[in-house]
């Protein structure tokens, strides 16, 4: 069946760093890609979005590229900040139904 | 802003009591989704509801789960027997309808059940 997996938590990184987050899935078809965010305190929320193969979403400085050769969807960004201290959750969509990964924790020192 | 709310935020329960959650989705919202996630995993998909009507229930644990959304507004979910092994965030969404095919699910703050 469809799954999505994405590394072990928890990133610590120092500001100013730059952030990585693995994130490969598997699935038939040609699912939807997308990145949830969980910060302390708040709701699950989307951070951004791919539908297709070599679109990238972006938001708030976070970039993924859809790269259905490698069946990837890294999150990265060039320069972490305190406040994106969170729970980042890679998922895929197939039909209507959402698969999650495990989550992965960052923690983002001053 | 319009949210997702759920109620209550926190349950406690023994092993063999019944629980029910309730979900109230954003205004105008057709779909309703169930989740539970166990501490350290994503949220895995319980319940899908169209308006009053289950679309997609295979992962709901039917001998002790039950989801009904009556009027296709607000859903409960329920759980009869309760077991040590339900004890997980349930989180609500919902998602409008719209023209081109990517809906996106808003999400509510979940209800964090411990079981006893």
């Known amino acids: 069946g469809d799954s999505v997996t994405q590394m072990e938590g928890p990133v610590t990184l120092s500001e100013e760093a730059c952030l990585t987050i693995?994130?490969?899935?598997?699935?038939?078809?040609?699912?939807?890609l997308f990145w949830y965010v969980q910060y302390p305190g708040e709701v699950l929320q989307l951070l951004l979005k791919?539908?297709?193969?070599?679109d990238k979403g972006s938001n708030k400085g976070f970039e993924a590229t859809y790269r259905k050769e490698t069946t990837s969807f890294h999150l990265e960004k060039g320069s972490v900040q305190v406040s994106d201290s969170a729970v980042y959750f890679c998922?895929?969509?197939?039909?209507?139904?959402?698969?999650f990964g495990t989550g992965t924790r960052l923690q983002v020192f001053p | 802003e319009a949210e997702v709310a759920q109620s209550p935020r926190y349950k406690i329960t023994e092993k063999s009591q019944a629980v029910a959650f309730w979900c109230d989705p954003i205004s105008g919202h057709a779909t309703l989704y169930w989740y539970r996630q166990i501490l350290g995993q994503g949220p895995e998909l319980l319940v899908q509801f169209q308006d009053e009507s289950v679309v997609d229930d295979s992962q709901l644990p039917k001998d002790r789960f039950s989801a009904e959304r009556l009027k296709g507004v607000d859903s409960t979910l329920k759980i009869q027997p309760a077991e040590l092994g339900d004890s997980a965030m349930y989180l609500c969404?919902?998602?409008?309808?719209?023209?081109?095919?990517?809906?996106?699910?808003?999400f509510g703050p979940g209800t964090r059940l411990t079981v006893l």
């Open positions: 693995n994130c490969t899935y598997t699935a038939t078809g040609y699912p939807s």
């Open positions: 791919a539908t297709k193969a070599d």
């Open positions: 998922a895929l969509r197939h039909t209507d139904k959402l698969i």
């Open positions: 969404a919902s998602s409008s309808v719209q023209a081109d095919s990517y809906n996106e699910q808003f």
